[in-house]
């Protein structure tokens, strides 16, 4: 098993931001065994952090990802995670002096560039991986946009752009290792843009940091007197620099470091993007036409199987999110009162889904009904209020030592009989959580239909306060 690496010793880039056109100086510092990718605004009183986690990822992307936490905010900071992401370093602490990281060359070259200067030290605790076991997919048809991500042993990105434009057409870029490939075949691709992009962009306050050397431009369009003009006032190109659009149908024929570069710049986006899972990935990413909110959408999906990942393992479940096992270390029920057998979805503070198989062998049938045996009603709110303690798992410092109790249950309605031989699947959701208290939202059904429904009020207290 793969252990963490973090950088061994500091290192520093200065330079202007893509779009605020602000100095900027960047320093990569070595971090702790799992602290992950923490920037940290040292320009702004008190050092505040931000965990590059897609949690802390703004929904409104425009040309770069920005990451919020308690109002400071870092934008374009893929190419940077992207050179941490790419180069297999697991924890480090980014500290930066004003909003955005430099552009530099418009890649994740020179991001890796220092990361090979301070030099990689392997740490004690192995490497997390999110493995992928079923097909997760996300899609914009309005953009055109797929991204799927499949089982693999390993990791794999393989990306197709399809533009409308003789100097790019179609192209195709497989990423098959990491360690192999990063450095050397994708690292260097620059971010590009379109000409009739670039006049949009700036008038929207974007790119005031960028020039004919750290972007390529493509000419989507007839490139007029007024195009150079509007490059010149606004780009600081000096008069003695000549502006032409090319035979290659790139701005001032901009050899290209890559026959595919624009694709491949597309990969270091996605694995910029990707960073923000918190984690490495076993699986193959396949996608066309992605962009960074896609990427985000899927990261979205994939933080949340992390989640249920760790929670499994945490409480040592097999397969399901929790099995009975793991159920055990949490609820404080037994036999013959334990009323969930497997836990089957979860997301930390928002919902529970549980599942009670009911049979013949249930010990209330012998005294209930036992001519028309009839699951108690009772014992279904029971059960669903047993899923919602799984609802403030991660709420609670110390779940395994700490017990739920319900304080209120209303507006409980029965809406079918429960039998032997039906499983309940049983989901809670969260309507509010504070401090201790905790309301929620039952709901049990029977193949597809509601047969019990109600709301729920719980609080919880240490064992030892019992």
């Known amino acids: 098993m793969k252990k963490q690496r973090t950088i061994a010793k500091p290192v520093e880039l200065e330079g202007v931001g893509l779009h605020t056109g602000e100095k900027s100086r960047v320093r990569f510092l070595p971090a702790p065994e799992n602290t992950w990718y923490v920037f940290r605004r040292v320009d702004i009183d008190g050092k505040p952090e931000i965990e590059a986690l897609v949690e802390n990822a703004k929904d409104e992307l425009v040309r770069g990802t920005v990451l919020e936490k308690d109002g400071v905010e870092v934008s374009t900071v893929e190419h940077l995670l992207a050179a941490l992401y790419g180069m297999e370093i697991d924890n480090c602490i980014i500290e930066l002096e004003g909003p955005e990281p430099p552009v530099l060359d418009g890649s994740a070259k020179p991001f890796a560039d220092a990361i090979l200067e301070a030099g990689i030290t392997e740490q004690n ?27 693999f042993d390993g990791f794999r990105i393989t990306l197709m752009v399809d533009y ?10 497989t990423l098959e290792s990491l360690e192999k490939e990063f450095y050397t075949e994708f690292a260097g691709a620059r ?14 306050g974007l790119i005031k940091g960028g020039n004919l050397d750290n ?13 150079e003009k509007f490059l010149r006032e606004n780009f600081d190109i000096p008069p003695d620099r000549k502006i032409f659009a090319g035979k290659t149908g790139i701005l001032n024929d901009t050899p290209l470091r890559f026959y595919n570069e624009p694709v491949r710049h597309k990969v270091v986006d996605l694995l910029g993007d990707l960073a923000l899972l918190g984690a490495f990935v076993k699986g193959h990413i396949i996608g066309a036409r992605s962009g960074h909110s896609a990427n985000v959408a899927l990261v979205k999906l994939l933080r949340k199987k992390l989640e249920k990942q760790r929670l499994s393992a945490k409480f040592g479940g097999r397969g399901a999110v929790l099995d009975v096992r793991a159920i055990n270390k949490i609820l404080p029920h037994r036999y013959p009162f334990l009323m969930v057998d497997r836990v089957i979805d ?4 928002k919902y529970a889904v549980a599942i009670k198989n009911v049979s013949i062998n249930e010990p209330f049938f012998q005294g209930h009904f036992p001519g028309h045996p009839v699951m108690p009603g009772v014992l279904i709110i029971e059960a669903m209020a047993q899923t919602g303690g799984f609802l403030m798992m991660n709420s609670v410092p110390d779940p395994e030592h700490t017990v739920t109790y319900f304080v209120g249950v209303d507006n409980v309605r029965f809406k079918k009989p429960v039998v032997p031989g039906d499983q309940l699947v049983l989901r809670a959701e969260m309507i509010y959580f504070k401090r201790r208290m905790c309301k929620f939202k039952g709901t049990a059904t029977v193949d597809g239909e509601v ?16």
Not at 451 to 466: K, L, M, N, Q, Y
């Open 346 to 349: 979860f997301e930390s503070g």
């Open 451 to 466: 047969v019990c429904e109600g709301e729920f009020i719980a609080t919880f207290v240490p064992r030892e306060e019992e």
């Open 215 to 227: 972007a390529i431009v493509i000419v989507d369009k007839e490139f007029t007197p007024e195009d």
């Open 191 to 204: 971010t590009f843009c379109f000409l009739s992009e670039v006049v949009e962009l700036r008038q929207k």
């Open 164 to 173: 409308a434009n003789p100097a790019l057409g179609t192209q195709y870029t």
């Open 125 to 151: 605790a192995p490497r997390e991986y999110l493995v992928i076991d079923e097909v997760i997919q996300f899609s914009q048809p309005e953009r055109k946009t797929d991204i799927h991500i499949i089982p």
